[in-house]
């Protein structure tokens, strides 16, 4: 579960309780505010923390202690580090910020040391999250290709997951190709809802939207020699409502289906049985965020912390 970008850190311990009245084990916090991060503290919930965009440049141009520093100052000073699995290092940079595209995996690279003086590189991973933008190609997931405009980015970064045994991070939208290629995509098809329609790739069964993009991932990077890093999906939803096909039962029916398949380490056509860490966006609605309507609300809850559908995470 992804706690939002802009929601109020007066509110944690409301959405403590929420976590914790639904069973929810893991958390994705986008920024580690001291607000947010207390509250977590303790209760057992494992948390993937963001590191953001903007502190890249000065921790891949600084020593290691900086880094150091950085975690102890702004992470571990409010969590315990056993309660920490994961490091995300920026998030969409390549869509978002390119200007911060050469610091990547620099400041991995130190963050990464940092935790082996401190003894935390077998329990925390680091790693960097990415739109599906990254790929030029991806339909069909065979002929999933990495954008020519990143790879001189995108392939250290790759070598250095491999090295780490990390996961390549990465945010799914079906609802984006559905509402994008209405007569291209059908609701099913993207709800992965079970239905006739089965598109066959490399005699491969695609039966819904989502296990198509993640192999395309996994295509990708086979073609450039990546052939066993996992995948983690650490932003997949559906809103509520704003737009065509957006509504309650829609967002119910997607999410519940991808926590059933994540329960049973269903895996994809490519790669089955082999599970995947997946992360719904969005905690909260967001009603003050900007962009389209629909953007405010992907939250399972309102921004009132009332259940927007039942769904159910175990």
Same mark, same amino acid.
């Given at each position: 579960m992804l706690w939002p970008r802009r929601y109020k850190p007066s509110t944690t311990i409301r959405s403590y309780q929420c976590h914790k009245r639904n069973?929810?084990?893991?958390?994705?916090?986008?920024?580690?505010? %001291?607000e947010v991060l207390q509250p977590f503290s303790g209760t057992g919930i494992d948390l993937l923390i963001g590191v953001p965009n903007e502190i890249l440049p000065t921790l891949a141009n600084s020593p290691v202690k900086t880094s150091i520093k950085w975690?102890?100052?702004n992470i571990f000073a409010y969590v315990s580090p056993n309660q920490v699995k994961y490091l995300v290092v920026g998030n969409e940079i390549f869509l978002k910020d390119p200007f911060y595209c050469p610091y990547i995996v620099p400041s991995i690279s130190k963050l990464y040391q940092a935790l082996q003086t401190l003894g935390l590189a077998t329990t925390i991973k680091v790693s960097s999250s990415h739109a599906s933008t990254i790929?030029? $190609?991806s339909y069909p997931p065979s002929?999933?290709?990495?954008?020519?405009?990143?790879?001189?980015?995108?392939?250290?970064?790759?070598?250095?997951?491999?090295?780490?045994?990390? %996961?390549?991070?990465?945010?799914?939208?079906?609802?984006?190709a559905y509402i994008n290629n209405p007569k291209y995509v059908s609701l099913d098809h993207a709800l992965l809802n079970r239905s006739s329609y089965v598109e066959y790739?490399?005699?491969l069964a695609y039966? $819904?939207?989502f296990d198509a993009s993640i192999d395309a991932f996994v295509y990708a990077?086979?073609?450039?020699?990546? $052939?066993?890093? %996992?995948?983690?999906?650490?932003?997949?939803?559906?809103?509520?409502?704003?737009?065509?096909?957006?509504?309650?039962?829609?967002?119910?029916?997607?999410?519940? $289906?991808?926590?059933?398949?994540?329960?049973?380490?269903?895996?994809?056509p490519k790669r089955p049985g082999v599970g995947l860490d997946i992360f719904l966006f969005d905690m909260f609605d967001e009603n003050g965020k900007s962009g389209e309507e629909f953007e405010r609300h992907f939250g399972i809850f309102g921004d009132n912390g009332i259940k927007a559908y039942d769904i159910r995470f175990n």
């Amino acid at each position: 579960m992804l706690w939002p970008r802009r929601y109020k850190p007066s509110t944690t311990i409301r959405s403590y309780q929420c976590h914790k009245r639904n069973d929810i084990s893991r958390i994705r916090l986008f920024n580690p505010h %001291p607000e947010v991060l207390q509250p977590f503290s303790g209760t057992g919930i494992d948390l993937l923390i963001g590191v953001p965009n903007e502190i890249l440049p000065t921790l891949a141009n600084s020593p290691v202690k900086t880094s150091i520093k950085w975690l102890q100052s702004n992470i571990f000073a409010y969590v315990s580090p056993n309660q920490v699995k994961y490091l995300v290092v920026g998030n969409e940079i390549f869509l978002k910020d390119p200007f911060y595209c050469p610091y990547i995996v620099p400041s991995i690279s130190k963050l990464y040391q940092a935790l082996q003086t401190l003894g935390l590189a077998t329990t925390i991973k680091v790693s960097s999250s990415h739109a599906s933008t990254i790929l030029s $190609n991806s339909y069909p997931p065979s002929s999933g290709t990495f954008d020519s405009n990143v790879k001189q980015f995108l392939v250290p970064l790759l070598q250095f997951l491999r090295d780490t045994r990390s %996961p390549l991070m990465v945010n799914v939208y079906p609802f984006f190709a559905y509402i994008n290629n209405p007569k291209y995509v059908s609701l099913d098809h993207a709800l992965l809802n079970r239905s006739s329609y089965v598109e066959y790739d490399k005699n491969l069964a695609y039966d $819904n939207m989502f296990d198509a993009s993640i192999d395309a991932f996994v295509y990708a990077m086979e073609k450039g020699g990546f $052939n066993d890093i %996992p995948v983690m999906v650490t932003e997949t939803g559906w809103p509520t409502s704003g737009t065509d096909g957006a509504s309650i039962d829609n967002a119910f029916t997607y999410n519940e $289906n991808i926590v059933r398949r994540a329960l049973n380490n269903v895996g994809t056509p490519k790669r089955p049985g082999v599970g995947l860490d997946i992360f719904l966006f969005d905690m909260f609605d967001e009603n003050g965020k900007s962009g389209e309507e629909f953007e405010r609300h992907f939250g399972i809850f309102g921004d009132n912390g009332i259940k927007a559908y039942d769904i159910r995470f175990n």
